[in-house]
Structures are given as structure tokens and as C-alpha cells.
Nanobody
Framework: VQLQASGGGLVQAGGSLRLSCAAS????????MGWFRQAPGKEREFVAA????????LYADSVKGRFTIARDNAKNSVTLQMNSLKPEDTAVYYC????????????????WGQGTLVTVSS
């Protein structure tokens, strides 16, 4: 499956952004989807993940209550709605797909998008 992330940009602290990830290739609904991020000089970290149906989700503690992951299998897409953004949310955000289940482990994901940059100014 090929993944294409979009929607990043510059936003002030407290603002919102919505990231999208378009999937093509293999049957999208067979995959569990996740979002990760990597800030400059830091390791890639888990943000959120969802089951193939979207009925179950998992969030990093740092974004819980502020970010929402959702998927639309009819449109082969997954989104990340980010509210109440903080400067520490600044990073390149990546969408990823796995058949291994809902997981926060980057090593469990089989496919990765190219990333989209989110910059939150204070």
C-alpha cells in the first residue's frame, strides 16, 4: 500500500490542523493505521492508531484529548484532527499501515508515508 500524507503547515499555539493520509494499492480496509511524528533531533514517536473499522483507537498520553484519529475506508483515507496545538507538537508527521493490529510500536508498521511538517509557533 502507498501512503501520502498532507495537511501540515504553520499554526499558532492553541490552533488546529487536520492531517490527511491517502492510501492506494492494496485493500486499505485490511490494515490498521497509525500516525507518528519526529521532531528535530528526536526519535520518531507514536501519536495515534486505529483499527481497520475505526471502532477502537489508541493515543499517546501527550495528545490524548487533543488529537482524534479517524478513517474512511470508502475513501481510503485516515485523518488526524489536531486541536489545542502546542509548540512541542512541532514535528514531521507520518502515517503508517500495519496488519499486526493496533500498536504504538513503529517497528510493527509495514508501510510509511513521506511525512508532512507541522510547525506550531508560540
Amino acid at each position: 500500500v502507498q501512503l501520502q500524507a498532507s495537511g501540515g503547515g504553520l499554526v499558532q499555539a492553541g490552533g488546529s490542523l487536520r492531517l490527511s493520509c491517502a492510501a492506494s494499492g492494496r485493500t486499505f480496509s485490511n490494515y490498521f493505521m497509525g500516525w507518528f511524528r519526529q521532531a528535530p533531533g528526536k526519535e520518531r514517536e507514536f501519536v495515534a492508531a486505529t483499527t481497520w473499522s475505526g471502532g477502537s483507537t489508541l493515543y499517546a498520553d501527550s495528545v490524548k484529548g487533543r488529537f482524534t484519529i479517524a478513517r474512511d475506508n470508502a475513501k481510503n483515507s485516515v485523518t488526524l484532527q489536531m486541536n489545542s496545538l502546542k509548540p512541542e507538537d512541532t514535528a514531521v508527521y507520518y502515517c503508517a499501515a500495519t496488519w499486526r493490529g493496533v500498536t504504538s510500536s513503529a517497528g510493527s508498521y509495514n508501510y510509511w508515508g513521506q511525512g508532512t511538517l507541522v510547525t506550531v509557533s508560540s
